[in-house]
């Protein structure tokens, strides 16, 4: 079946410092999101993305966030001076044409920002 | 703002009983309600969803069923079984399509042999 896969699984770095999250989205996809997980928070909603451009984002994704297609396979989500408060699991999804809401998601990777 | 609100944080159940996850709404303006499941260390599953326009969807144990009315949705899982123990998220999608889904804080369910 299908998945969306994520690395890395999990990234430790400093505060201040550029990280940068990979995600291959399932191959026939076509709308991509990043949302993001505190421990023992909600789910939320960073910032999604078509057509080679961003459709949506949340107040959360500021300027030191961004997103990148590069190679029509990857996507790409990064901070650019990592802080404390972005230690979280970060989750990819993508979803076809078809919208019922049904996002897949992958497996997430775990920052820790020391 | 919590648009989704899932009030539970967890719930335990013996198995081969049912459990009940229950979720509330603010926002009259979602057509999509879903639920996924998360395992630790996995992302969220899809598992079932429903459209405003109805009032229950079932697939095999599961049921969810809309209460327009009371802003209110819940997933029925009958019967329970140890391996449904996983955090339950609600969702909701906003009637403008490709906007993102607003997920709910979680229900932790502990199904006990």
């Known amino acids: 079946e299908p998945e969306v896969t994520q690395t890395p699984s999990h990234q430790v770095t400093q505060m201040g410092q550029e990280v940068i999250l990979r995600c291959v989205p399932i191959s026939n996809h076509l709308y991509f999101y990043w949302y993001r997980q505190i421990l023992g928070q909600k789910v939320e909603f960073l910032v999604s993305?078509?057509?080679?451009?961003?459709?949506?984002k949340s107040e959360i994704f500021d300027d030191q966030f961004s997103v990148e297609r590069p190679d029509g396979s990857n996507f790409t989500l990064k901070i650019r001076s990592t802080k404390l408060e972005d230690s979280a699991m970060y989750f990819c999804?993508?979803?076809?044409?078809?919208?019922?809401?049904?996002?897949?998601f992958g497996e997430g990777s775990r920052l820790t920002v020391l | 703002d919590q648009q989704v609100k899932q009030n539970s944080p967890s719930l335990s159940v013996q198995e081969g009983r049912i459990s009940i996850l229950n979720c509330d709404y603010t926002n009259s303006m979602f057509d999509y309600f879903l639920w996924y499941k998360k395992y630790p260390a996995e992302g969220p599953t899809f598992l079932i969803s429903i459209s405003s326009i109805k009032d229950k969807n079932e697939d095999g144990r599961f049921t969810v069923f809309l209460n327009k009315s009371a802003k209110h949705l819940s997933l029925h899982i009958v019967p329970s079984q140890p391996g449904d123990s996983a955090v339950y998220f609600c969702?909701?999608?906003?009637?403008?399509?490709?906007?993102?889904?607003?997920f709910g804080k979680g229900t932790r369910l502990s199904v006990i042999a």
């Open positions: 993305f078509y057509n080679n451009e961003i459709s949506e």
């Open positions: 969702a909701a999608r906003p009637y403008s399509g490709n906007t993102p889904l607003v």
């Open positions: 999804a993508s979803r076809d044409r078809e919208n019922t809401g049904e996002l897949f």
